[in-house]
């Protein structure tokens, strides 16, 4: 079963920046979009940002966008968030997700991370 592994999380104070990577435990075969999610315990899950492979689309939560960028290489199934400006409210446990086919015949899936956690606070 592959994993997603997030790294990058930690204690940053208020206004400063953190670089979140996904990488898989495996190569997928194709992928259609990777993104960063977040969430707080008790929380619903928040979307944060998404990156379609096949066209280079990008696409941000209305408080991700201005601050937050991410990039993704389909080629080597890794995913990362570069977060700027950072408020306390960022605070949260950040997943990644792929949705891709992990092997030529496996069928198009959905993947998650089990997160890192990225705290905001001075």
């Known amino acids: 079963q592959v994993q997603l592994v997030e790294s990058g999380g930690g204690l940053v104070q208020p206004g400063g920046s953190l670089t979140l990577s996904c990488v898989a435990s495996e190569m997928f075969f194709a992928i259609r979009t990777m993104a960063w999610y977040r969430q707080l315990p008790g929380e619903e899950r928040e979307f944060v940002a998404i990156w379609n492979a096949r066209d280079n689309i990008k696409n941000y939560s209305d408080t991700a966008l201005g601050r937050f960028t991410i990039s993704g290489d389909n080629l080597q199934s890794t995913v990362a968030l570069q977060m700027n400006s950072l408020k306390p409210d960022d605070t949260a446990v950040y997943s990644c997700?792929?949705?891709?086919?992990?092997?030529?015949?496996?069928?198009?899936?959905?993947?998650w991370g089990k997160g890192t956690l990225v705290a905001v606070s001075s």
């Open positions: 997700y792929v949705n891709g086919w992990l092997k030529e015949w496996s069928g198009r899936k959905d993947y």
